[in-house]
């Protein structure tokens, strides 16, 4: 029962592989600003970036340096070849290759989150002084792999779980 109660509590965060199974790539030519028109996003959803490391990697930037291609400054970098972004504010959030020419090769995305009622509730993340670009999104520990190889959210994930766990309880 008391898994039950803890179900209540569990938001419906999403994870999107970045890409979909194309990944964080320059090969192929994606079109990351078809993919991320195509999905809704929302507070406490979670991008997870797949990519050779060796070739690539993950910069949260401002606005301008987006528009600009420029990896100079940026609010957030992953390196790790499997990296899972937590989306914790509204509004637009930019990354971009650090990798020489990726970013003009269009390996590029502005994720855009929507204010809607249905994205779990949290306070929000205060913004840097300097610019009021938004702030760096923050990586998520877990990317939840079994769920995105399974289309699953990660709330169901964790709904399987718990009910796993209360009748094995229960048992």
Request: with cysteine; hydrophobic share 45%; net charge neutral.
């Amino acid at each position: 029962m008391a898994a039950v109660a803890m179900l209540a509590g569990v938001s419906s965060a999403a994870v999107y592989e970045v890409g979909d199974k194309t990944g964080w790539t320059i090969m192929g030519s994606p079109n990351y600003t078809l993919w991320a028109s195509s999905k809704m996003f929302h507070v406490g959803d979670t991008v997870v970036f797949t990519y050779n490391k060796q070739f690539h990697n993950v910069l949260a930037v401002s606005k301008a340096d987006y528009k600009n291609c420029d990896a100079t400054k940026p609010m957030a970098t992953w390196s790790t070849g499997n990296d899972s972004v937590v989306l914790n504010t509204t509004g637009h959030h930019y990354f971009l290759c650090g990798f020489t020419g990726h970013c003009a090769l269009g390996q590029k995305v502005d994720i855009r989150v929507a204010s809607s009622s249905a994205a779990p509730s949290e306070a929000p993340t205060p913004e840097s002084s300097g610019g009021g670009a938004p702030a760096a999104p923050s990586p998520h520990p877990n990317a939840a792999s079994k769920a995105l190889v399974a289309g699953r959210s990660v709330a169901a994930t964790v709904a399987a779980s718990l009910l796993s766990l209360a009748a094995a309880v229960l048992a």
